[in-house]
C-alpha cells in the first residue's frame, strides 16, 4: 500500500468515525424525544410537561434536559459538514481533542438557547398563552409568532449568519485558530452563527408543539435545507414567505 492509499484510508476511517459519533449522539436525542411523546405518563416525561406554571427545581431541570436533547438532536445533523471538516484537518495534525473541544462549544451555545428557551416556555404557560402540552393556546400568538418569524427570514442578521453556516471552508478560512483553546473558540463563534441563523425557526416549536415530533422533524428538515442543500438562501426566503401568509391566515381565520 502506497503512502498515498494510507493517507485516503485514514481519512475514510476518521471521517466515517466521526460521522458514525454525529448520527449516533443526534439518534439519542431523537430517541429520547419519542420516548418522552410516546410515554407521557412516565413520571420522568410528566415532570418534562407540567400542568401549570408553578414548576419546581425538578420541573425546570427536567424542561432544560428536553430542551437541549432536543437541539442537540435538531442541530447536530446540519452541522455535521462543519463538524467533519474540522476533523479532517485536526486529523493531518493528529489530534482528536480539537474536534470534540470545537463540537462541545457548539453544542454549549445551543445549551444557552435552551435555558432562554426554558424561560420563555413558562413565561407564556404563566400567562396563560400555553398548554401543558407545550403548545401554544392562542391563535393571535400563533399568527404573531409565525409573522415574526416570516419576516426574520428576510433579516441582515439571517443572511449573514446563514452565509457563514453555508461555507465550511470560508469559515474556517477567516476564523481558525490552533489548539484546543482556539477549537473552542472557533466551535463557539460557529454556533454562534447557527444560532443567529436558526433560532427564529426554534420559536415555532411553541406553535406546532415542543413535543410534536412531526412539527420537531419538519423543522429540522427546513435547517438543514438552508444549511447544506443548493439554493438554501432561496429556500430561506421561500419558505419565509410561506410562514407570513401562514400566520396572517391564522390570525383572520380565528
Known amino acids: 500500500m502506497t503512502d498515498r492509499d494510507s493517507g485516503f484510508l485514514s481519512l475514510a476511517k476518521t471521517e466515517s468515525a466521526t460521522l458514525n459519533l454525529l448520527v449516533l449522539v443526534s439518534l439519542a436525542g431523537w430517541i429520547f424525544l419519542a ?11 410528566m415532570l418534562m410537561m407540567p400542568m401549570t406554571s408553578a414548576w419546581s427545581a425538578a420541573n425546570v431541570i427536567a424542561v432544560f434536559i428536553m430542551w437541549s436533547l432536543m437541539m442537540m438532536a435538531m442541530m447536530l445533523p446540519s452541522a455535521a459538514p462543519m463538524i467533519l471538516l474540522v476533523a479532517n484537518l485536526n486529523r493531518k495534525k493528529g489530534t482528536k481533542l480539537h474536534t470534540l473541544s470545537f463540537t462541545g462549544a457548539y453544542l454549549v451555545i445551543w445549551f444557552f438557547f435552551s435555558t432562554a428557551a426554558v424561560f420563555v416556555q413558562w413565561m407564556l404557560q404563566h400567562n396563560g398563552l400555553m ?21 426574520l427570514q428576510f433579516s441582515p442578521l439571517k443572511s449573514a449568519c446563514l452565509k457563514h ?13 490552533k489548539g484546543t483553546k482556539g477549537a473552542w ?57 410561506g410562514l407570513i401568509l401562514a400566520g396572517l391566515l391564522k390570525i383572520v381565520l380565528n
Open 35 to 45: 420516548w418522552a411523546a410516546l410515554d407521557m405518563a412516565n413520571p420522568l416525561a
Open 185 to 241: 473558540v472557533m466551535g463557539f463563534r460557529h454556533g454562534a452563527y447557527c444560532l443567529g441563523c436558526c433560532y427564529a425557526l426554534m420559536l415555532l416549536l411553541f406553535v406546532g408543539g415542543v413535543m410534536n415530533l412531526a412539527w420537531v422533524a419538519a423543522l429540522t428538515l427546513a435547517v438543514a435545507v438552508e444549511k447544506i442543500f443548493p439554493q438554501g438562501e432561496r429556500v430561506a426566503q421561500f419558505l419565509g414567505g
Open 131 to 151: 398548554s401543558a402540552k407545550m403548545v401554544s393556546s392562542s391563535a393571535l400568538l400563533s399568527g404573531i409568532l409565525l409573522i415574526t418569524v416570516g419576516v
Open 165 to 177: 453556516c453555508r461555507s465550511p471552508i470560508g469559515f474556517l478560512m477567516t476564523d481558525w485558530r
